[in-house]
């Protein structure tokens, strides 16, 4: 059974700062999503992952995948108040990429001035 | 752009109701998927749909059903409500595989509480 692990589940830290979420996952995959969640709204894709290696960064937010670990990192440099949201990895749980997506618990940043 | 549209946002239903939980695409997608999102927990795949007239079990899919009327619209519905279907859930639909990711674009859910 393919399990996703985010941590940590709760991040607080002042702007400017700089930090990352970790998405430990279970089983082998190569694909791997990122999203991103205000209170109260709905999700947005933010990177997707598709190789061992993969980098994807836009604007203060960089994402890696190392496959070999079953690891990928979400990266904040210099944090702003506009990143506070609640940030979820997803693994493909299918082996023919159908979309079933399994969801990590979610990380909820808050960024403080 | 409507993109994916459900409806109701809001319900409350009493335990042992029946309620059906509507979501509609406009973006020509053939996969559509039905998450639970219960804090602490992220979101959970209820029931998934590659094309109209499949459906396919996920997670947690004891207590609902669902029915994949045409390519537009994937209906979730819950015969007899639990308290423990207290939860937000989200309708989402992709257009499969393209550029080898299956990017889901989600509805902006539906609240339901169950009393």
Redesign the interface.
Known sequence: ELKVEQNPLFLSMQEGKNYTIYCNYSTTSDRLYWYRQDPGKSLESLFVLLSNGAVKQEGRLMASLDTKARLSTLHITAAVHDLSATYFCAVDSGSSNTGKLIFGQGTTLQVKP | NAGVTQTPKFQVLKTGQSMTLQCAQDMNHN?M?W?RQDP??????IY?S?SEGTT?K??VPNGYNVSRLNKREFSLRLESAAPSQTSVY?CAS?R??V???????????SRLTVL
């Open positions: 996969s998927y998450y602490g927990m992220g979101l959970r795949l998934y590659a396919d996920g997670e989200f992709s499969d595989r550029a080898g990711a299956n990017v889901l674009t989600f509805g902006a859910g």
